[in-house]
């Protein structure tokens, strides 16, 4: 695990302020591989994909299984867009998930994209994990130590059939749902 961020969540409009301290960690690598959902399908977002059913289900008990207090763990309030042709966005709170897109790269600049729906999840609504201040610092490597790409939770603007992933080069791409690819998910810890 790593801190990719300090009180990152209490850095947004006074409206989704949650002012509760807290520390970010991500998973520094890799830590296993999941499919966002078993179609191409992103028109139910992040909130009813099956990754997020992953993530708050068997990955979370996993963690908690070996160690980690729930107690601690702080779910800051997240707009994540409602996916391809849907308005609005879910206000997500869970205490373990995938960052989206403009948590990764903030406001940009950008190397491609960006690629998600961005008057849904703007500067103005999402936090920024500072500690990404580069395309470099967004490699994750997998267990066989190499490059590996990685989810968002962010779903893809262009296609129904696509989220926003990240290459094995830490660079902004998309990928289709059912294809099989990182989680490196993060939580807060108050």
Request: proline fraction near 5%; hydrophobic fraction near 30%.
């Amino acid at each position: 695990l790593m801190v990719v961020g300090i009180n990152s969540f209490n850095r947004r409009t006074e409206e989704l302020d949650t002012a509760t301290p807290h520390v970010v960690f991500q998973f520094q690598n890799v830590p296993g591989i999941h499919r966002m959902n078993a179609t191409n399908d992103n028109t139910t977002g992040y909130l009813g994909s099956e990754m997020h059913t992953y993530l708050t289900g068997n990955f979370l008990d996993g963690l908690k299984s070996a160690g980690l207090p729930e107690a601690v763990l702080l779910g800051p309030k997240r707009p994540v867009w409602k996916g391809y042709g849907q308005i609005g966005a879910h206000e997500i709170a869970d205490t373990l998930w995938l960052p989206t897109e403009r948590e990764l790269f903030g406001a940009g600049p950008y190397s491609f994209g960006p690629y998600s729906k961005t008057n849904e999840e703007s500067s103005d609504n999402q936090a920024y994990l500072e500690y990404y201040d580069g395309d470099g610092k967004r490699i994750k490597y997998n267990s066989d130590n190499n490059a590996n790409g990685y989810w968002e939770a962010s779903p893809y603007s262009a296609s129904a059939a696509n989220f926003c992933h990240l290459s094995g080069s830490g660079r902004a791409g998309n990928a289709i749902a059912s294809s099989v690819g990182g989680c490196a998910p993060a939580f807060c810890v108050r």
